[in-house]
């Protein structure tokens, strides 16, 4: 591959990653416009996105599920707090108290 590809191939993919993000900030703003099936739809994109950063933190599988026990009550006692203070610092506080109590006793 020679120069002249490998810049062309950066610009176009380049490119194509700006008016995908621009694609969604215009949707953003069009909001209102969205079919409400869509609007629907679309509420339940951030709680996949927070579960799929969060759990593989708990489980792991490699051919057996592997559970950490001590991380997973960890985070569920920081869900807790989450859900009764919507606090992000106490929620972080929290799971990383219980977190660090729990390898501390075990």
Do not use: C, K
Not at 11 to 21: E, Q, W
Not at 78 to 101: D, Q, S
């Amino acid at each position: 591959m020679n120069d002249a590809t490998l810049w062309g191939l950066v610009l176009v993919i380049g490119a194509a990653t700006f008016l995908i993000r621009y694609s969604f900030l215009y949707l953003v703003g069009r909001t209102g416009d969205l079919p409400p099936r869509l609007s629907r739809a679309l509420a339940f994109v951030p709680p996949a996105v927070f579960a799929a950063l969060v759990v593989p933190e708990f489980v792991s599988y490699d051919g057996v599920l592997h559970v950490a026990p001590d991380q997973l009550v960890a985070g569920v006692a920081a869900a807790l707090v989450a859900w009764y203070t919507e606090n992000m610092f106490a929620t972080i506080a929290a799971g990383m108290l219980a977190l660090w109590a729990l390898r501390f006793l075990v």
